[in-house]
């Protein structure tokens, strides 16, 4: 259903147009906000842009942030085309969900950036094609696709996916459990001190570093096919997988398993 409780608060149609190899750009910005407390979780959906949701102390409403980039062959298509760019929201069962209609055929010039700020944990579902995506101490789960662009998540989560085909991930401060995937790109984890859940990382071509509290349960299993193993703060005993993978196994008592996997790259694991 449409979203009437969201209030579009700027419109901020800058009609001016920057020049390019490939044609013209038109600017402008949306701003919306919304009662805090509604708004359980938030979905934010682009093909070419950045996505960012991050929880703010300094907000008294959820604000949404659209900044528009359109394309046109001049100046005049391209402000046209603008004009014509609509902004869609919808709001059902607590879930904000924000995407962005181009007039078609698109250009190969449009794009939207979506930023999320919220007073108030928040889960988070972020998908895009060409963009980076970011999240920041939102406190509750997160599902997060890109297929060409770096995810950072920092701050404390509770379930983490994230996955990139070309792009680094990085998770930090993740209370549950964590998955990451990559197929050309480094990951990097750090599991908060007090987290319950395993992980599981894999990348083809990138260097993995992994950094457990000594609490966590369960083993861990360090595995790369060319690079080098290293595991820190904990005993591990060296081993040869199914497949030619050199392997590292880390035992931390009775719980989940985790594992960091890459194909081309060295893993580290650090027990703190």
């Known amino acids: ?16 147009s920057s020049a390019c190899s490939s044609g013209e750009i038109a600017r402008r910005t949306d701003r919306f906000d919304h009662e805090a407390a509604a708004v359980s979780s938030v979905r934010l959906t682009s093909t070419n842009g950045n996505l960012e949701c991050q929880r703010r102390g300094d907000v008294e409403r959820l604000e949404l942030d659209v900044v528009l980039e359109v394309g046109g062959e001049d100046e005049a298509e391209a402000a046209e085309r603008l004009r014509a760019t609509q902004v869609r929201t919808t709001f059902e ?7 962005v209609e181009f007039p078609e055929p698109r250009h190969t010039l449009d794009q939207a950036h979506l930023s999320v700020r919220a007073p108030l944990p928040v889960a988070a579902v972020l998908k895009t094609a060409n963009g980076a995506i970011r999240c920041t101490d939102l406190e509750r789960n997160v599902d997060a696709h890109t297929r060409n662009g770096a995810i950072e998540i920092r701050g404390r989560h509770a379930d983490v996916l994230a996955r990139s085909v070309n792009g680094a991930v990085a998770l930090t401060g993740v209370l549950g459990r964590a998955k990451g995937e990559t197929k050309n790109g480094a990951l990097e984890l750090e599991l908060a001190d007090g987290a ?4 599981e990382f894999a990348t083809e071509n990138g260097a993995i ?6 609490a966590l ?8 096919a060319n690079g080098d193993l290293e595991a820190e703060g904990a005993p591990a005993i060296a ?18 398993a985790s594992v960091a ?12």
Do not use: D, Y
Request: net charge positive.
């Open 196 to 199: 319950q859940g395993g992980f």
């Open 217 to 224: 349960r369960g083993h861990i299993l360090l595995q790369t």
């Open 239 to 256: 081993e040869k997988s199914e497949g030619r993978l050199e392997q590292l196994r880390i035992e931390l008592g009775v719980g989940p």
């Open 209 to 214: 570093e992994i950094s457990a509290p000594r």
């Open 261 to 272: 996997r890459t194909q081309n790259g060295s893993v580290r694991c650090n027990v703190r």
């Open 93 to 99: 069962r607590g879930e904000l969900s924000a995407w």
């Open 1 to 16: 259903m449409p979203l009437r409780a969201l209030r579009l608060l700027l419109c901020s149609a800058l009609l001016f």
